[in-house]
């Protein structure tokens, strides 16, 4: 597609349930994003592909996050027993070389 | 550490009223420095790339220029549609290659 899909665009859970996003990049980008956004317009990275491999995971807490980007699937992060912490806008952006990044609508994630 | 600082944290303009909005920098080397448009509620919308001080980039209404401190947007005859949170990015030479540190952003506003 021409641009980044996110689903869900909400998620609502339960504080230790787990929560699973998806992200569809741009068709032909080798290289997508995952960036929490919190307070307003804090944005924190937490992990990269380059195709289905990871390209830079330093910003995953890797207890309770996990992230994937399969060959012809829809890349996801997911997060097993949230926190109320959690609760945030996650964007994901894709890159067909690792420079200029475009985003998605996000999906907000909410931790009750 | 990155620092990406962005001023004024909010500027309430007239429509016509031309201005700019800065975004300075203390980094271990720059690679890019990007320009990103955030409406409510959506994710940032790519606007400009600037790799080297002296480099200008034009579209519409809105000018962004980089020296080897800090970066403008400048907005001419700003009209109510260009109301929204712009937000500064920077790639560096440090952690990942690829990841981008986010400025806090400005929000402006544009009043008919």
């Known amino acids: 597609g021409e641009e980044v899909a996110q689903t869900p665009k909400h998620l609502v859970r339960g504080e230790g349930q787990k929560a699973k996003l998806y992200c569809a990049p741009i068709?032909?980008?080798?290289?997508v994003f995952w960036y929490q956004q919190v307070l307003k317009n804090e944005f924190k990275f937490l992990i990269s592909f380059q195709n289905e491999n990871v390209f830079d995971e330093t910003g995953m807490p890797k207890e309770r996050f996990s992230a994937k980007c399969l060959p012809n699937s829809p890349c996801s992060l997911e997060i097993q027993a949230t926190k109320l912490e959690d609760s945030a806008v996650y964007f994901c952006?894709?890159?067909?070389?690792?420079?200029?990044?475009?985003f998605g609508p996000g999906t907000r994630l909410t931790v009750l | 550490e990155d620092q990406v600082t962005q001023s004024p944290e909010a500027l309430r303009l007239q429509e016509g009223e031309s201005s700019s909005l800065n975004c300075s920098y203390t980094?271990?080397?720059?690679?890019?420095l990007f320009w990103y448009r955030q409406d409510p509620g959506k994710g940032p919308e790519f606007l400009f790339t600037l790799y080297s001080a002296g480099e200008e980039k034009e579209k519409e209404r809105l000018k962004a220029t980089l020296t080897k401190k800090e970066s403008f947007l400048h907005i001419t005859a700003p009209k109510p549609e260009d109301s929204a949170t712009y937000l500064c990015?920077?790639?560096?030479?440090?952690?990942?290659?690829?990841?981008?540190?986010f400025g806090s952003g400005t929000q402006l506003t544009v009043l008919p």
């Open positions: 990015a920077v790639r560096t030479l440090s952690g990942s290659a690829r990841q981008l540190t």
């Open positions: 980094v271990s080397g720059l690679r890019g």
């Open positions: 068709k032909g980008h080798s290289y």
């Open positions: 952006a894709s890159s067909p070389n690792g420079d200029t990044q475009y």
